[in-house]
């Protein structure tokens, strides 16, 4: 092993995996035979005492032993299980350390997914098929995970056409935090008209003549749009079930075997959480789950807190199913959402004093917090509250700063000294253009800055924030960290701000476990670690850049127990009821997990105008090709959106 991987295993492994000082073969002459072995893989275990196996040997759950096939084999008792991995790679199960499962699951059959859909006549084509098959009065969702800069046409889809495919039926788009698209069915449920105001935190788009065009901007924060989205009917409680059942299996299918959930706004508990308890009880959940609790109303959020901790206290539960601490949402007033689309949010005076409360109550109880921080600023005056409650109450557990864009170094080496975390996502991969486009190439160049991070030795954990603005999928994850690019095909990093691929899985496994207070058990595939893993359709090692996004599981095992197969391990896939209700999305549509990913973007050939286009712009003609060799105006609507002045970027 190289010195440099040597240092990569302890700088992100050393405060997670105990392989380092356990035995690589755990076993002895009397020990009992194991329940499964897998051989013949290529095995990523990230333990240092053995980084790589040919072969696992599992018993009641945990790994008992790594190493070659002929160690391992030698253990094999009469009935235990063995599984031929024909040589693929293994690596220990995915572990998303900032996501929203819970709510997500609640929903995940009835919305829309445009993951890996190339353009905007197929999302459109989905969109006409799916409005045509959902009875009123439910609505059509289409809720995160994509960027107009997927499609070949690199732009969003129209008012116009939204409503051509979707004349009856209410739809509601999402895209980031940023906008909302209603078709006109939908403003006509929700009751949006000439005479309805402004809601507090938004602004509804109007036409010449006062009347709603059906697109909501958040301006300044992201609350119209989920307030908006609220609205919408809620499936039964049998079909929440199922759709919750069918989000972990695509997660599965993924390779994921844990997450974190950060809560959400509407997610209360307990009530929210009674449908996820019930699968845990049945004995139905195919994913570790540990959950924060998140304040769910303004000028409320410290008797929330002071009433969970009456309730509940963090471990609660199990290993599958267990309570985290608080957030990520502390207090109302420290919110800075990232819409790159407009400018940088400054919370108000009145948010140290809520926010210090709220953490001088959470140490004192000894709660582990997590709280949402895009900005450098933001995350500054937090940190100074920080600091001054553990001047008082000195913090007995870890505390997370969740996603941190544009953190400095100075404020990294002040979380560090204080025993926090940082939790990254790929938010940058679905918003990288339009932060290029306010900010400039050069400061996204270190957005956010994850290797300044690991130079300091701080834990940090990969994940999504899944699902309302980027995908639940981890390989868009991995391969934006390894390769620096967008969805879109932009380039943000440089190499110095790249990671290598065993890096980036690091983050993800050993990296993330320590955001739930489970380093010593979960994250490594070493002797006494919990046997979650997954066998990839791909091997993360060796594959050209441009497939890592097209990886998926084939065979995904948590606790020793299989949750998903497929390809030559179909057989042993745990069945699943169908999906729910008969009109559901996942009824009709393969998931994105199932879908191939594109390997690229379109190219500027696909987009270039063609002898029949009628579409000439009045600034360029019919030279459309500028619009694909120059930066994307993005602040500017009329380019953009394609109704006034340069209109290249809709062709």
């Not at 000028?299 to 901790?309: A, F, P, V």
């Not at 539960?317 to 790159?340: C, K, Q, V, Y």
């Not at 996204?444 to 701080?458: D, N, S």
């Not at 712009?617 to 930066?631: E, Q, R, V």
């Amino acid at each position: 092993m190289t010195t440099h991987r040597r240092s990569l295993l302890a700088g992100l492994g050393a405060f997670t995996a105990l392989g380092a000082t356990r035995p690589h073969l755990a076993w002895s002459q009397t020990m009992t035979a194991p329940d499964l072995i897998l051989r013949n893989g290529q095995i990523t275990t990230l333990d240092p005492a053995t980084p790589d196996a040919t072969a696992i040997a599992i018993s009641d759950g945990v790994v008992s032993a790594t190493g070659s096939d002929a160690e391992i084999m030698q253990l094999a008792g009469n009935d235990t299980q063995v599984i031929d991995m024909n040589k693929r790679r293994v690596i220990p199960g995915l572990n998303d350390s900032h996501t929203h499962v819970i709510r997500g699951g609640l929903s995940y059959n009835m919305e829309l997914r445009w993951e890996n859909v190339p353009s905007v006549a197929d999302a459109l084509a989905m969109l006409r098929r799916q409005a045509a098959n959902t009875p009123a009065p439910q609505w059509v969702r289409v809720v995160g995970g994509w960027s107009e800069f997927q499609f070949a046409e690199r732009r969003m889809p129209t008012l116009d056409e939204i409503n051509e495919a979707a004349p009856d039926t209410p739809v509601f788009i999402l895209h980031l935090y940023a906008r909302a698209l209603l078709n006109r069915a939908a403003l006509r449920v929700l009751g949006i008209d000439k005479n309805t105001p402004n809601p507090p935190g938004g602004e509804i788009e109007r036409d010449a003549n006062g009347n709603p065009t059906g697109m909501l901007i958040a301006r300044p924060s992201a609350l119209i749009l989920y307030s908006t989205l609220a609205q919408g009917p809620k499936l039964p409680v049998e079909d929440q079930i199922n759709s919750t059942r069918h989000f972990m299996r695509e997660l599965n299918r993924l390779g994921v075997t844990s997450v974190i959930d950060a809560g959400g706004g509407g997610q209360n508990y307990p009530e929210d959480y009674n449908v996820v308890q019930q699968l845990h009880d049945a004995d139905q959940l195919t994913l570790r789950i540990a959950y924060n609790l998140f304040a769910q109303k303004a000028g409320q959020e410290l008797s929330d807190y002071e009433r969970w901790i009456g309730m509940t206290e963090p471990g609660a539960g199990d290993a599958m199913l267990r309570m985290n601490g608080a957030g990520e949402n502390l207090a109302w007033s420290a919110a800075d959402f990232e819409n790159f689309l407009e400018p940088r949010p400054d919370p108000a005076p009145v948010m140290e004093d809520e926010l210090e409360k709220i953490v001088e109550l959470l140490a004192d109880n000894e709660w582990p917090f997590r709280i949402h921080a895009t900005y450098d600023e933001t995350i500054d005056r937090f940190l100074t509250v920080f600091e001054r409650v553990n001047g008082k109450t000195p913090f007995k557990t870890r505390f997370i700063i969740d996603h941190a864009e544009t953190i400095s170094p100075r404020n990294i080496e002040r979380i560090k000294a204080l025993g926090g975390g940082i939790a990254t996502q790929h938010r940058m991969a679905f918003q990288g253009e339009y932060f290029v486009d306010r900010y400039g190439a050069q400061t996204a160049e270190a957005t956010p800055p994850i290797r300044e991070m690991l130079k300091t030795g701080l834990p940090v954990g990969g994940g999504t924030d899944a699902t309302r603005v980027a995908s639940y999928d981890p390989w868009v994850a991995l391969h934006w960290l390894s390769t620096g690019k967008t969805v879109g095909g932009l380039t943000l990093y440089g190499d110095d701000n790249l990671l290598t691929r065993e890096e980036a899985l690091a983050i993800w496994t050993t990296g993330s476990a320590w955001f739930s207070g489970e380093q010593q058990v979960k994250g490594t595939l070493a002797p006494g670690m919990y046997a979650d893993l997954a066998v990839l359709s791909d091997d993360l090692m060796a594959v050209e850049d441009a497939k890592i996004r097209s990886i998926t599981s084939v065979l995904t095992v948590v606790g020793g127990k299989v949750v998903f197969g497929d390809a030559e391990f179909a057989e042993l896939d745990m069945p699943l009821p169908p999906a729910s209700p008969d009109w559901s999305v996942n009824a009709t549509f393969a998931s994105p997990g199932e879908r191939q990913a594109a390997l690229a973007p379109a190219t500027t050939e696909m987009r270039a105008c063609h002898a029949g286009c009628a579409n000439g712009c009045g600034l360029h003609g019919h030279d459309h090709g500028i619009a694909w060799a120059n930066p994307i105006p993005v602040r500017d609507k009329g380019a953009f959106w394609g109704a006034l002045g340069c209109s290249c970027f809709a062709v």
